[in-house]
């Protein structure tokens, strides 16, 4: 017979409310626990934040009632049936970012398809099987080195560029750089033989992957939108602004995302899965604002889900606390860089294509002055045929992140590039055609013959035509808390224009301005005691800027792909222009760069703000 009850408890605390919920079927107990959420129900606190599902049989003596026991909290109960048991919050600690008052406003939901969605499928799965044994989670890089004898991201690359040949057919070479991110927001997920053989402890029989889980509680919410309105509210005529908000909610939670896991499957949750898993056959999605649609509508078999989700009332609640704990999970965007780089993993991680020079400076950097700098690096994990290093995910927990790439230094390429282009050069027609497009007067005559450029010969072009060569450093792109990216800032040369763009990126807001500046000058006294920085050439590593509404802002120092050591008892300054084989990299020019244009925007912004409190006061 079967046994259903389920459970809810809410604690009001301060401003926050943390629940539980529990649910009961053959005796068996699911509970989701500490979803520990902001009134507003859209502030992520850094240091809490709800970790996942776990089930337990019911005799299972590790019950742990703290939140109901707690006499000093409000509490508010609702029970059907027996209750439960429920495990003592995963509470996981982060670097804290730096914490400002300002709200900036959000007009939409982020999200985006972007380009060359398709392609990144096969990529995804062709490449990743997704299957983890921890067997293969290796600290530090020596297994790999033995694993992957070469970079595994060359490999990516090329087979990006070959794929994309393929795919543009007859019509030759990539004509604008389309392996590489345009900057849309994307997320990758697993696709569904992947969701089947997830990875697991060896006490998990089955576990459900984040990407689909993601997938599957926006169907399922959305579903509960639908049945309602249909059901209880047909032809009162739900506000658009009301539908808005919720469609809102809903890409909150596509973003987010987690790893649950049960030991065995819930009879209706496996249904429902199934159903939504058998109906999505995308291993890769991107979000976007234009295509969202698609996301939600994806061939699904409405009917049956709908059916399903009748059955199933008493699930609306627990996937009401559902929907709240994926709000609270970080959505994952890459701004720059190479596509097919990167991989979602759980708990608070992102996984980059391993690449032992990035997987060396890592070790180094975790033992070093900049390690607060760094995101965390917990080694390197197999997947399917490729080597990953685990890296912090900077983006945890931020709703709606507000990013802004830099790429450091005057020079975006190593002295060996330049040496390989003077001995052994290989032309590249993409980038040839990258170059024409931006300004078809750059090619020599002897290029635009060749219809091909070396690479050195385009990076040195592309420090030119940006402030890499002036100011040391450039903006690679910026993604706003709407999901619109900017990638035209590569083409500021000057100071003044770095500031607006500070300011737009900003939005003027001195609080996350100030927060910029002072972790920049914190930056900078870290790296006049860093072993690493001073016996290393720093080349296209980025500063990656990053705020939230919840006034949260921070930078870190990422991708070290290109960041080499120098030879023993050499020593770089850092701060003067690069003369072949000086291997000085400018990193410190940069970096002064970028915290002048901080200043000049602080200055803006407090007139600005000035200004307007005197036309208020004015007014008054
Ligand atoms: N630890 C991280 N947490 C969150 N986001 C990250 C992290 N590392 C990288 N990113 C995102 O991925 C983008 C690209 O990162 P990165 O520069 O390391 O990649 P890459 O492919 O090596 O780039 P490039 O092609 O410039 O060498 C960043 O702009 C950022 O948006
Ligand atoms: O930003 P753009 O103008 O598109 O140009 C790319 C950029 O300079 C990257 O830094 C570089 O990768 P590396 O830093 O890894 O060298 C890439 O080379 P690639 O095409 O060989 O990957 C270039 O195509």
């Not at 689909?212 to 579903?223: A, G, H, Q, T």
């Not at 990167?342 to 900049?370: H, N, P, R, T, W």
């Not at 975006?412 to 590249?428: I, N």
Request: net charge negative; aromatic share 6%; charged share 30%.
């Amino acid at each position: 017979m079967r046994e259903r009850c389920s459970s809810l408890t809410v604690t009001v605390l301060s401003n926050r409310w943390q629940t539980q919920v529990s649910t009961c079927v053959h005796g068996v107990v699911v509970h989701t626990y500490a979803l520990t959420l902001d009134r507003e129900m859209d502030v992520m606190t850094d240091d809490n934040y709800m970790e996942g599902m776990e089930m337990e049989t019911e005799n299972n003596p590790t019950m742990d009632t703290d939140f109901s026991s707690d006499k000093t909290y409000q509490h508010l109960t609702i029970r059907e049936g027996t209750s439960s048991s429920c495990r003592r919050v995963k509470v996981r600690s982060r670097p804290r970012l730096q914490s400002t008052k300002s709200f900036p406003p959000y007009s939409q939901c982020i999200g985006g398809l972007g380009e060359d969605g398709d392609g990144d499928d096969e990529l995804s799965q062709s490449s990743d099987v997704m299957r983890e044994d921890r067997n293969d989670v290796c600290q530090g890089t020596e297994r790999n080195i033995e694993l992957i004898p070469r970079c595994a991201r060359d490999e990516v690359k090329e087979q990006w560029r070959m794929r994309r040949k393929e795919r543009v057919g007859g019509r030759g070479e990539d004509t604008d750089g389309l392996e590489r991110w345009s900057g849309n927001r994307r997320v990758e997920e697993k696709s569904e033989c992947e969701d089947k053989e997830m990875e697991g402890g060896t006490n998990s029989k089955w576990q459900h992957c984040r990407g689909r889980n993601c997938s599957f509680e926006i169907e399922e919410v959305d579903e509960e939108r639908k049945t309602s309105s249909e059901g209880e509210n047909e032809g009162s005529g739900e506000s658009q602004e009301r539908r808005d908000g919720e469609a809102e909610e809903l890409i909150g939670i596509k973003e987010g995302s987690t790893t649950h896991q049960w030991s065995s499957p819930h009879p209706i949750l496996s249904k429902l899965l199934h159903s939504s898993s058998s109906t999505s056959s995308s291993s890769s999605i991107n979000f976007s604002s234009a295509e969202s649609d698609e996301v939600f509508s994806e061939g699904e078999d409405v009917g049956s889900k709908r059916r399903a989700f009748r059955k199933s009332r008493s699930w609306k609640t627990y996937l009401t606390m559902m929907h709240w704990s994926l709000r609270r999970q970080g959505s994952w965007v890459q701004l720059a860089g190479h596509q097919g780089n990167f991989q979602l993993s759980e708990g608070g991680e992102v996984l980059k294509l391993y690449c032992e020079v990035e997987a060396k400076c890592l070790d180094s950097l975790m033992i070093d002055a900049l390690r607060p700098f760094v995101p965390q690096y917990h080694g390197c994990v197999t997947r399917g045929e490729h080597c990953y290093i685990r890296l912090e995910d900077l983006l945890s927990g931020l709703r709606r992140p507000v990013i802004m790439d830099c790429k450091m230094g005057v020079r975006t390429y190593q002295e060996e590039e330049v040496v390989k282009t003077q001995t052994k050069a290989t032309l590249r027609s993409d980038m040839y055609q990258k170059m024409v497009k931006v300004d078809p007067s750059a090619p020599s005559v002897e290029e635009h013959e060749q219809k091909a450029v070396t690479k050195s010969r385009y990076l040195q072009w592309r420090d030119t035509t940006s402030s890499t060569s002036t100011l040391g450093f450039r903006i690679e792109g910026v993604m706003m808390e709407d999901g619109s990216v900017q990638r035209d800032f590569r083409k500021i040369l000057t100071l003044a224009k770095v500031t607006e763009a500070m300011l737009y990126f900003t939005r003027s807001q001195l609080d996350i301005l100030k927060a910029y500046h002072s972790r920049l000058l914190a930056l900078s006294e870290a790296l006049k005691n860093s072993l690493f920085f001073r016996s290393h050439e720093v080349i296209g590593s980025s500063l990656l800027f990053v705020h939230d509404h919840s006034s949260k802002a921070s930078v870190w120092m990422i991708d070290f792909g290109k960041t080499t050591p120098l030879p023993d008892r050499l020593e770089l300054r850092h701060n003067i222009p690069w003369a072949e084989g000086s291997r000085e990299d400018g990193y410190l020019i940069g970096l002064t760069s970028l915290i002048a244009s901080l200043s000049q925007a602080i200055s803006v912004a407090s007139s600005q703000q000035e200004d307007s409190c005197g036309e208020e006061q004015s007014v008054a």
